[in-house]
């Protein structure tokens, strides 16, 4: 395997299908999706290497509910109504406080309304992810939304948010259409105040972010870019919930931007965007971040394997148009993404932690609306990224305080306790689940159980790795308890294998 220090002159060449066993698969299936149990990794294992990639990245095929654009409700935060207008027009005009104080009601409960939608939203989404056959699709999902990101916090309407999501579903594999998609997004709109951008007074901020945050990178346009593709998105806004285009506000002049000349629009600027020679490299650079390893977000801090990953990355980019599908199965297929400098090196963000967590260990998701919580106490408010920069990751993503609530929430998820006692006989029968649903053949009812290979087993899957000092005191403690057969000693197993600082890996 190629390693940081001696890097391969193909590191990005197929594994070879006999290398492809349980812990190729497990790492497979938590940075394609979100992890799997113990008969998901072994199926993948039957299935070979091509296979699994072309089942994961080629999602859709394999059938799941699709989003429904009524599952939330789209009024809640509607415009008003040409009478309402008129007669809040009319009150002002009279000074008729009674009646504006019901309109200021009125907006009120509105927003009200809408941030109980938010958190509902919150919840959906994640229980999606936690349900879906289809990982990878919810994965990108995640990753687009890191990086086009826009909070609720400013966009205060919850049903574009969810528009928004959806659209980075459909468009999960397709970065073009997504750039031209999101110049259209009222989200986005909203969030970065391209809704006053017009000709008369042109606002820059989506230009100027979509360049630096979502395309090309620092450093890679200059000041007239930004003022000339700001020209360029003049009069894309938004009525309700539908972008509109208001031509009188477009600037129809000739424009020069990234290198291209005319009367360029928000699709000529988008164009302009993914023609550039920075763009590739970028947008491998952050797909490669979020797959691969935790490393900078500009090309220019990558060095050895990383910068030739990306390379290569950039130019699978390049000559599928911006499909991520081909350059995802040369990625998920490479020797290096199963090298040990790639598995298990990776901190798991709190959606992975969370989600990976039920869809691995098989754990109930007991309260949504708890989880969505404690993933916001954990750094990660979905929907709610801090900045348009979005999340940090990486090591930002471990403090006192976060390891706290992440050892708190999977005590939570395997028990159905919030705290306490984690000795391993001590859970109240009806708390807990039985961790055989992940493992079905971890007690094999033909032969004797042995505690050692029982943690084995148990830190396979939560862990990918056996730590043998781990191990030995586990079992020690398992038949001080009791032994593997009784029934509290499995979960109470996990709890503290999940405790572990590996867990937090993956």
Known sequence: MPTQTQPARDLLDPLPADQFGYTQARHLLWRAGFGGTDLQINALVEMGLDAAVSLLVDYENIPFEPDRRDAFDKDIMRPLSQEEQRARRIAAVRRDEDSLARFREMRQQAQRDDRRQMREIQA????????????????????????????????????????????????????????????RDPAMLRYLNNNQNRKADPNENLAREIMELFSLG??????????????????????????????????????????????????????????????????????????VADVGSQPDQLEGVHATAVRRLADE?????????????????????????????????????????????????????????????????LFFPPSVKGWDGGRAWINTATMFVRQNTLMYLISGQTGGNTRLARFRRGEIYDPRQAIPLLLDPDRPADAHEVVGKLMDLAMGRREPLAMDVLASAALENGGVENGNVLPGLLILITSMPEYQLC
């Open 124 to 183: 959906w989404w994640l229980s999606r992810m936690i349900q879906t056959t289809r990982p990878l699709e919810e994965k990108l999902t995640l990753f687009w939304h890191g990086h086009f990101a826009t909070s609720y916090r400013s966009v205060e309407d919850s049903y574009h948010m969810y528009q928004q999501n959806r659209m980075f579903r459909g468009n999960a594999k397709d970065y073009a259409g997504l750039l031209r998609g999101i110049i």
């Open 218 to 291: 620092e450093g890679n346009y200059t000041e007239r870019d930004i003022k000339e593709g700001a020209r360029a998105l003049t009069g894309y806004t938004f009525e309700d919930d539908a972008f509109v285009f208001r031509e009188q506000q477009h600037d129809t002049g000739n424009k020069q931007v990234l290198g291209a000349r005319g009367p360029i629009d928000g699709d000529g600027f988008v164009t302009a965007i993914l023609r550039h020679k920075s763009c590739a490299p970028y947008m491998a650079t952050r797909l490669y971040r979020f797959f």
């Open 317 to 381: 980019l390049r000559r599928y148009n911006y499909r991520l599908d081909r350059p995802l199965k040369t990625l998920f297929r490479s020797r290096y993404f199963y090298s040990d400098d790639v598995i298990g090196q990776k901190i798991k963000s709190p959606a992975e932690l969370v989600v990976g967590s039920i869809r691995s260990l098989g754990v109930p998701a007991r309260d949504l609306n708890l989880l969505v919580t404690s993933m916001e106490r954990m750094g990660q408010n």
